[in-house]
């Protein structure tokens, strides 16, 4: 009888320790999920970041595009004008002179801002592409992190189950109060 008892007080202990480790998985995972969580979070924050830069860039582009038409325009109008107009007075031509080659530099300095602006482009693309695959595979990994510590629960519930012939535990889906995140 006194052989019995101690193989059941080994059994009751052996049932607790195996209750506090499932719960102690059960806490991990939520973490891993918080921290997925967390991750698609910040992803979709810095897909709406970049969402609105480029509409800012483009915005600027277009701005940019049509001031450099007008500044064209202005050059090519004030290059007729000199020479329709070559018989004015050396003040006249001066002055023109003077409009044109002011045209010609904030040209020069608005096709020197739109190559500056296409490589800072650049760089950010090439920057959050970096980051985005570290962000995704990070993800990835929390995913398949959660997977075995799922797969792992439901081997120590099944494992208990068999032990103790507690089927209730047996048919719980590990994936029970689990939300699936999918990366696209």
């Known amino acids: 009888m006194s052989r019995l008892n101690g193989k059941l007080n080994y059994e009751q202990e052996r049932s607790r320790t195996m209750d506090s480790r499932m719960e102690s998985l059960d806490r991990k995972l939520k973490e891993f999920e918080d921290q997925n969580r967390d991750l698609l979070t910040s992803v979709t924050m810095k897909d709406e970041q970049?969402?609105?830069?480029?509409?800012?860039?483009?915005?600027?582009?277009?701005?940019?595009?049509?001031?450099?038409?007008?500044?064209?325009?202005?050059?090519?109008?004030?290059?007729?004008r000199d020479e329709d107009h070559r018989e004015r007075t050396a003040a006249k031509e001066r002055t023109m002179q003077s409009r044109v080659m002011d045209l010609e530099s904030q040209l020069s300095q608005v096709r020197a801002e739109n190559?500056?602006?296409?490589?800072?482009?650049?760089?950010?693309?090439?920057?959050?592409?970096?980051?985005?695959?570290?962000?995704?595979?990070?993800?990835e990994q929390s995913h398949s992190t959660n997977r075995s510590m799922q797969n792992y629960v439901q081997f120590l519930k099944n494992s208990y189950s068999n032990v103790f012939g507690d089927t209730s535990m047996a048919g719980a889906s590990p994936m029970h109060g689990h939300v699936t995140l999918s990366m696209e």
């Open 115 to 139: 190559c500056r602006i296409k490589r800072e482009k650049e760089e950010s693309e090439r920057k959050f592409n970096s980051r985005l695959y570290d962000l995704k595979d990070r993800l």
């Open 50 to 80: 970049i969402r609105q830069n480029n509409v800012r860039l483009e915005e600027c582009t277009q701005e940019k595009a049509s001031v450099s038409r007008q500044l064209e325009n202005a050059l090519i109008d004030a290059r007729k």
